[in-house]
């Protein structure tokens, strides 16, 4: 962690929730001059009336106080009426710097060893029911993507970062298990599929899709595999990608998907009228219910399960090799390894990883190409 730019960074962040909190603040008191006054506030004619910004409960009654139609401040429920009171827009800016402040940017330089001047997480190899890893202590899995935040993740000296990241591929093992013929040629064919998905769904040229619509269809390609519904489409979209969408577009997007993806259509269907209570990755790995599962979870467990197979894969594929090499495997996020080098085989390790991580994905996937993105960078944010 470089440590003058974390705490440069942390400063900005608190200077910004202080500004943030001004503004809600200032917002909140402005509609309840006009409202009755409420338990927690003993005068509403002093410049800072006594609310607690982090109180969910007090929260709730000054927003339901301004008459906004709030049953809790849930992020969800804040998020569907954010662009209709400014209000709301600003206690989710708000809430956003508060938790990054606590989770991250105060809370990381704790965890740092005082003899290696590192952070040494814990991975939990099964630490999701779908296979995936996990990591506590400090979960760097959640740090935000952000430039400002991922740079200050660095190597040590003389050494840089190799960063591999499997492209799309829970699309590509989705496809594979579905047998969807279209999305196996758009594989196939090197097409990019947010656009072709963009291009199918409002009739358009694939050459001609904006890059707002290739987002809509991004937002709609990983949300309808899972088996969203259209309210929950286009909360994801809005929340996920920044895509405002309407419910009508909502319904008629995920109509149209399952339309042009009739593969992807037939699979769903047939899990969902099956009353299976165990199922498989294309690995083999067994995930058993005691009860029925949710759709969700039957739709998600053979494809990101599989996707995590992949990964652990390519990982015992690499490490004979790195060890020889003296590079080491640093961390882990979802698709995506990160490995330290040193600087004069840094090219080397590039190619090695790139190649593994292929070859671990074609012991699964035998339909559809499997593409790795690599970056030799000096820091995280570089990929």
Known sequence: LHNKKWEKLTEE???????????????????????LQLPFMENLNTEKPLLNLDSPKQMLEALQQLGI?????????????????????????YRKVTKVLQSFASALPKYIHPITNRIHPDYWQIGTATGRFSCRNPNLQQIPRDQVFRECFIPSEGNLLIIGDYSQIELRVAAEISHDQRMIDAFQQNQDIHCLTASLLIGKDINKVTK????????VNFGLL????????????????GVEMTNQQA???RQRFFEVYQGIASWQKELGTSR?????????????WEDRPKITEL???????????????AMAMSFPYLNR????????????????????KAQEISDFLKETMIKAGKKFIQQVPIEVDIAIATNWSEK
């Open 13 to 35: 962040l608190e200077k910004n929730q202080n500004d943030l909190a001004a503004t809600l603040q200032q917002k909140l008191y402005e509609g309840l001059k006009r409202t």
């Open 69 to 93: 139609p709030l049953k809790s401040t849930s992020h969800e429920e804040l998020s569907q009426l954010s662009r209709q009171f400014p209000v709301i827009q600003a206690l989710i800016d």
């Open 212 to 219: 707002e619509e290739r987002q809509a269809a991004k937002a």
């Open 226 to 241: 899972y088996a969203m519904g259209a309210r929950g489409l286009q909360l994801y979209a809005q929340n996920s990608y």
């Open 251 to 253: 319904v008629d997007f």
């Open 276 to 288: 299976l209570k165990e199922i498989r990755t294309l690995n083999g790995r067994l995930r058993i």
């Open 299 to 313: 739709f998600n467990t053979p494809i990101q399960g599989t996707a995590a197979d992949i990964m652990k894969q």
């Open 325 to 344: 090499n003296n590079v080491h495997l640093i961390g882990t996020v979802h698709d995506e390894i990160l490995l330290e080098s040193p600087q004069e």
